[in-house]
């Protein structure tokens, strides 16, 4: 099956889906989108979209920021994913991929006055990081953008350049991710993951005014630790120093799912080996995201219909 985009309102081979090349959102970053995970059961032959709905409902908020009007509801934006990933059938780990964008053909820098588009593509995506041995991660020099100058709450396409410079300073300094701080300096999150630290047994995470991206994991994680192992999850500031002094630290995204950090600015997080609460975090999600704890099943989302034998 060649793979499919819903593009202007139609499903149509991936790659007869083009934009121009005036596109505003092209030419300045004026687009939204969200990144949903496929998760492929192979003794199923099932795969589990994951809190599509969750992912819609961010899309729209970001969409609010950027003034970008799309016609359609969570619902059958939700309808859309499931008949997309039907038409590519994919059958293993997927990313799908919506996009909300200034989709008019003119040159001039504003938000008013310009015709809104939404697009939606799928690929297979496997591991993002290596979940199993986990990450060596940098504090970057680059700091994360301020509400104030682009609101990093809504996941909007230019503000990635923001972290696309951090990632790749960590990568052509050899290490697998970047740590970004706020402009006074607490921790925020990675160039594509929010963060968690284990102090004193408790899980830490950069509140929601640190500038981060507010991730459905990063939800998934707090509602798990707290449901499953009785562990709150507290939402605070949190300082550069505590990095390098906390037991455990992982990064939690749809791409990076758990990601544990064993390292940071080249020292060992714990024992520079996955930590417990991690493991057991882990082991907990993958349930979850695969449609296994029965709890959780509203967060699952079968792609496909399945003949019973
Ligand atoms: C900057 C940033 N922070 C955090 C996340 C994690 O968010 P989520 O768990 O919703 O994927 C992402 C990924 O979407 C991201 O790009």
Redesign the pocket.
Known sequence: MPPYAFFNGKFVPLSEAKIGIMTHAFNYGTACF??IRGNWDEELGQMYLF?VS??YR?LLESCRVLQIEIPHTIDELLGLTVELVQRCGYREDTYVRPLAYKSSEQVGVRLHNLESSFLLFAVPFGPYLDITKGAKCCVSSWRRIDDSMIP?RA?ING??VN?ALAKTEAFEKGFDEAILLTHDGHVS??????IFLVIDGQLVTPSSSDN?????????VITLAQQELGIETIERSIDRGELYTAEECFL?????HITPVIEIDHRKVGRGEVGEITKKLQALYFDAILGKNKKYLDWCTPAYKLVKA
Request: charged share 30%.
């Open positions: 969200e990144g809190r969750d992912h961010r990093p996941k503000l990635y972290s999150e990675g160039s594509g993951e929010n981060i991206l507010i991730g459905i994991t990063r939800d998934t939690t995204g749809t791409a990076a």
